[in-house]
């Protein structure tokens, strides 16, 4: 069994996506913002971001595969699940859980890219730098941090430890 050491409280994260949702809200009005959520890791993320989010925006999910039940990545990404909504001319904001190697938001730019969206931008609750192999651009990030594997609030390890309200690196 894994132990887990807290890293990210309730109140920190709760504090830091208001501030998110206000500059999203600022920077999106009157545009046609489409907040894409990466599944599965981002469904608690969108779902306290939206809510801070005051402009008018619709919601869609995509999902992509790229870890199996491990902490360290296979290299290939598989989309599993497209968008359903049409994204032409929409203004797309990707909102991921955490960029690791930054693989997953490499070919999620590439795949909006052809598109024709307005504009494509990221959200990432977590930048994790240590693993980086692609420079990948960040819009709007929560927390920088620099090592450790991190579950709770939408993140995983083996598909558990999701339902957690705090964020916690676990030792193995
Ligand atoms: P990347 O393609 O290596 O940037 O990995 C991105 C995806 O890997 C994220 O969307 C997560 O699903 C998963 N991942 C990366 N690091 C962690 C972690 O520390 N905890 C849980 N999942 C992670
Ligand atoms: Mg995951």
Same mark, same amino acid.
């Given at each position: 069994?894994?132990? *887990? +050491?807290?890293?990210? @409280? *309730?109140? %920190? /994260?709760?504090? %830091? $996506?208001?501030?998110?949702?206000?500059?999203?809200?600022?920077?999106?009005?009157? +545009?046609?913002? =489409?907040?894409?959520? =990466?599944?599965?890791?981002?469904? &608690?993320?969108?779902?306290?971001?939206? *809510?801070?989010?005051?402009?008018?925006?619709? /919601?869609?999910? &995509?999902?992509?595969?790229?870890?199996?039940?491990?902490?360290?990545? @296979?290299?290939?990404? *598989?989309?599993? +699940?497209?968008?359903?909504? #049409?994204?032409?001319? +929409? #203004? &797309?904001?990707?909102?991921? #859980? /955490?960029?690791?190697?930054? %693989?997953?938001?490499?070919?999620?730019?590439?795949?909006?890219?052809?598109?024709?969206?307005?504009? $494509?931008?990221?959200?990432?609750?977590?930048?994790?730098?240590?693993? %980086?192999?692609?420079? $990948?651009? /960040?819009?709007?990030?929560?927390? =920088?941090?620099?090592?450790?594997?991190?579950?709770?609030?939408?993140?995983?390890?083996?598909?558990?430890?999701?339902?957690?309200?705090? &964020?916690?690196?676990?030792?193995?």
């Amino acid at each position: 069994m894994a132990t *887990r +050491k807290l890293v990210l @409280s *309730r109140e %920190r /994260i709760q504090s %830091r $996506v208001i501030e998110l949702g206000q500059r999203i809200t600022a920077d999106y009005s009157g +545009k046609n913002l =489409v907040m894409i959520g =990466v599944l599965n890791g981002a469904f &608690i993320f969108l779902a306290d971001l939206v *809510r801070a989010v005051t402009t008018a925006h619709e /919601i869609d999910f &995509i999902k992509v595969a790229s870890y199996g039940d491990s902490a360290s990545s @296979s290299g290939t990404i *598989r989309l599993v +699940k497209d968008v359903e909504i #049409d994204v032409a001319g +929409k #203004d &797309i904001l990707l909102v991921e #859980d /955490i960029v690791d190697s930054g %693989r997953t938001l490499a070919w999620l730019a590439d795949n909006f890219a052809s598109k024709q969206a307005a504009s $494509v931008r990221v959200c990432a609750l977590i930048d994790k730098r240590e693993r %980086r192999e692609t420079e $990948v651009g /960040i819009d709007y990030t929560g927390f =920088v941090l620099e090592q450790g594997f991190l579950v709770g609030y939408g993140l995983d390890y083996a598909q558990q430890y999701r339902h957690l309200p705090e &964020i916690f690196t676990l030792i193995f």
